[in-house]
């Protein structure tokens, strides 16, 4: 089982990201995960992004990034996406994906560092 992020990087205030988490080996399909970003900056705890759920794609955001922040699925590619805009410093974290079947069935990926700085 895998799930591997990609997309992170450093860039200016106000700039776009777009994280991408590829899911693989999982037991059962993809669609039936719900999916979610997760970040955690330097001496804090990790907090929750933003959620999509399966079935359905409702979506849930942190107030943070509200409005800032998209998250989608492509279930046909076992992909979960995080488009990132108008970011401020105040997001430099590490981003983790998170999949969940149920409380006892989930997986996390290994994160990838996302920079905003002038």
């Known amino acids: 089982v895998q799930l591997v992020e990609s997309g992170g990087g450093l860039v200016q205030p106000g700039g776009s990201l777009r994280l991408s988490c590829a899911a693989s080996?999982?037991?059962?399909?993809?669609?039936?995960?719900?999916m979610s970003w997760y970040r955690q900056a330097p001496g804090k705890e990790r907090e929750l992004v933003a959620t999509?759920?399966?079935?359905?794609?409702?979506?849930n955001y942190a107030d943070s990034v509200k409005g800032r922040f998209t998250i989608s699925r492509d279930n046909a590619k076992n992909t979960v996406y995080l488009q990132m805009n108008s970011l401020k410093p105040e997001d430099t974290a590490v981003y983790y994906c998170?999949?969940?079947?149920?409380?006892?069935?989930?997986?996390w990926g290994q994160g990838t560092q996302v920079g905003v700085s002038s």
């Open positions: 998170k999949a969940v079947l149920n409380s006892n069935h989930y997986y």
């Open positions: 080996g999982f037991p059962f399909p993809f669609s039936s995960y719900d």
């Open positions: 999509i759920t399966s079935p359905g794609g409702r979506t």
